[in-house]
């Protein structure tokens, strides 16, 4: 049972450049979220889909984009790395919306931008 | 613009004591409030849960107390032990609404 899966685990990225964070879900879950953790903050929502081909903006969208082309992969796409952005992404999907019901987390990526 | 505040950043306690985390929250819209625990290098993972219409829930150690005047909530873990030694982190949402966390809590339950 695989749950949430998040590839990669680690990555180094310079600055500018660009990279795509995958996430994979084995639950048939409709919502999807895309969060970052940061020392102090606690988890940012990034972007979110409700469904397959549905995206939308969180708190903290800004040098990010999203594409939720099938329902089991969410990706988060970094088009020019910035040192802000160093940070630990972690998925997270859930069968109902995060009032209803629980939401089941991967176990992160940690990325540095150097 | 914080939403969820949580306190303390940082909290210590022996083994047998209790765990205290409080969260307070500004939108009296929020329906829904749980807890999640994040053990190093693992996502968080639901811990409890509770709704406005009742004012205490408790899990086994673990006791969420609402008190929906004061717009606060708390985690209270009874008996804690060093495997409960985790980052806490309260949430909140209003309808079918995202999550909102609160900054989290590292908790440190030593022997």
């Known amino acids: 049972n695989a749950g949430v899966t998040q590839t990669p685990k680690f990555r180094v990225l310079k600055t500018g450049q660009s990279m795509t964070l995958l996430c994979a879900q084995d639950m048939n879950h409709e919502y999807m979220y895309w969060y970052r953790q940061d020392p102090g903050m606690g988890l940012r929502l990034i972007h979110y ?3 397959e081909g549905t995206t939308a903006k969180g708190e903290v969208p800004d040098g990010y984009n999203v594409s939720r082309l099938k329902k089991q992969n969410f990706l988060l796409g970094l088009e020019s790395a910035a040192p802000s952005q160093t940070s630990v992404y972690f998925c997270a999907s859930s069968t109902d919306p995060p009032s209803e019901t629980e939401a089941f987390f991967g176990q992160g990526t940690r990325l540095t931008v150097v | ?12 306690v022996q083994k047998g004591g209790i765990s205290i985390i409080n969260c307070a929250y500004e939108n009296t819209a929020f329906d829904y409030f749980p807890w999640y625990q994040q053990f190093p290098g693992k996502g968080p993972a639901l811990l409890i849960a509770i709704r406005p219409d009742v004012s205490e829930k408790k899990e086994g150690r673990f006791t969420i107390s609402f008190n929906k005047s004061a717009k606060q909530f708390s985690l209270h873990i009874m008996d804690s032990q060093p495997g409960d030694s985790a980052t806490y982190f309260c949430a909140a949402s209003k309808g079918t609404d995202k999550l909102i966390f609160g ?3 590292r908790l440190q339950v030593f022997p």
């Open chain 2, 103 to 105: 900054t989290g809590t």
């Open chain 1, 49 to 51: 889909s409700v469904g």
């Open chain 2, 1 to 12: 613009q914080q939403q969820v505040k949580q306190s303390p950043q940082s909290l210590i």
